[in-house]
Nanobody, 129 residues
Framework: EVQLQASGGGLVQTGGSLRLSCEVS????????IGWFRQAPGKGREGVAC????????YYAPSAKGRFTISYDSAKNTVYLQMNSLKPEDTAVYYC??????????????????????RGQGTQVTVSS
């Protein structure tokens, strides 16, 4: 059984930090990229960051670049999203997802289409102003 267990959300003030964790089980180690997307009330999904566990390729949304860092611990089968300098517009439910395609190169730039096969249950991030 495939499981993605997301945790680490919470309430933080503007400028604060949070680290989200996504513990993955039931997937072949290199076969899926793991990414984070978010959804705020009344808004569509936004792919925030993704990492290819096979080749280490990374993707960050423009809104996340310079503030968020995605990484993984292979020994723990866990992917992390370190979020710094948080803003009220980062408020959303954050989901981790397993995507067989992952980060691809399009015209020399990394792109993630977040067409995932599996998704975790989501963790709420609220940034107060």
């Amino acid at each position: 059984e495939v499981q993605l267990q997301a945790s680490g959300g919470g309430l933080v003030q503007t400028g604060g930090s949070l680290r989200l964790s996504c513990e993955v089980s039931g997937l072949t180690f290199d076969s899926y990229a793991i990414g984070w997307f978010r959804q705020a009330p009344g808004k569509g999904r936004e792919g925030v960051a993704c990492i290819n566990r096979s080749d280490g390729r990374l993707y960050y949304a423009p809104s996340a670049k310079g503030r968020f860092t995605i990484s993984y611990d292979s020994a723990k089968n866990t992917v992390y999203l370190q979020m710094n300098s948080l803003k009220p517009e980062d408020t959303a439910v954050y989901y981790c997802a397993a995507d067989p395609r992952g980060v691809v190169d399009v015209a020399g730039s990394p792109v993630w289409y977040y067409e995932y096969d599996y998704r975790g249950q989501g963790t709420q991030v609220t940034v107060s102003s």
